[in-house]
């Protein structure tokens, strides 16, 4: 991804499939906004998240798995109208070195982001979650140093989201922004069904999208006429620098 005209944003996502599940709605309606959304995938999710493809049998490789995932995510990605690429940096465990971090610095330099978005601080479900966001957190905060690099551009301070991750309550994560993705629902369910490795979660973020667009359309108060069926929640991790509280 280039440097352009338009607003952008960045997605860190730990695994190939969970920008689709948390975000896909956020990226598609920005997208539709004219943002230019770019993602990182750091890893393809070849052990911890491709069951289905390892239970197809005894020649199946990693190889083959990876390729697989990145075929998934790619036609999610272009579904939602974003660009990614792949650190391929493993999962299950995943380990970030100072190389990953100083590429990824980069991609903040390059991209220039309007906001970004990741996963959940804490997941004592799973650690290559919140190594994501660690990772893209530091990364950040390099892209602004001045004595990085010196004479390229440097970022500004783009807020921070974290998406919801799959059990909430353990994350201690609670949503402050609730983001109404009816427009956009079937662009989501449509990356959704790219993800084949991972049926089983399909109606699962129906039923996450469903649940956060009751409580989106609570909060907008009674007198609004807004329609609001499917929302994403996120969590801001810096305050957000206002003129009104309207």
């Known amino acids: 991804m280039s440097a352009t005209s338009n607003k952008t944003a960045l997605v860190v996502s730990a695994h190939s499939a969970d920008f689709v599940w948390r975000a896909g709605g ?4 920005h997208a539709r906004q004219g943002y230019d959304v770019h993602i990182v995938c750091l890893s393809f999710g ?16 990693e190889e083959i798995v990876k390729a697989g995932r990145r075929q998934e995510a790619e036609a999610a990605a272009e579904v939602l109208g974003a660009t990614v690429e792949f650190f391929d940096i493993g999962d299950y465990p ?24 990741s996963h ?4 004592p479900y ?21 004595g990085y690099k010196p004479g390229e551009k440097i970022v500004g301070a783009p807020p921070v989201y ?15 922004v609730l983001l109404d993705i009816t427009e956009v629902w079937d662009k989501k369910y449509a990356a959704i069904q790219c993800m084949a ?10 039923r996450v999208a469903l649940q956060r667009g009751v409580q989106a359309k609570r909060n907008i108060g009674i007198t609004s006429k807004k329609d609001i069926i499917y929302a994403e929640g996120y969590q801001s991790i810096f305050p957000r620098v206002t003129e009104n509280l309207g």
Request: net charge negative; proline share 6%.
């Open 162 to 176: 974290s998406f919801e991750p799959h059990q909430p309550e353990q994350c201690e994560w609670k949503p402050d």
């Open 26 to 29: 956020a990226i598609a309606l």
């Open 94 to 117: 995943m380990r970030a070195d100072t190389d990953t971090l100083f590429r990824l610095a980069d991609v903040f330099r390059r991209v220039q982001p309007e906001f970004v978005l």
């Open 120 to 123: 959940s601080l804490k997941d």
């Open 197 to 206: 490795g991972q049926e089983h979660l399909w109606e699962y973020y129906t």
């Open 46 to 61: 070849e052990r911890g998240e491709s069951a289905k493809m390892w239970r197809k049998g005894p020649g199946m490789t």
């Open 126 to 146: 799973n650690y290559d979650h919140p190594l994501a966001t660690h990772l893209a957190q530091e990364a950040r905060i390099i892209a602004q140093a001045e």
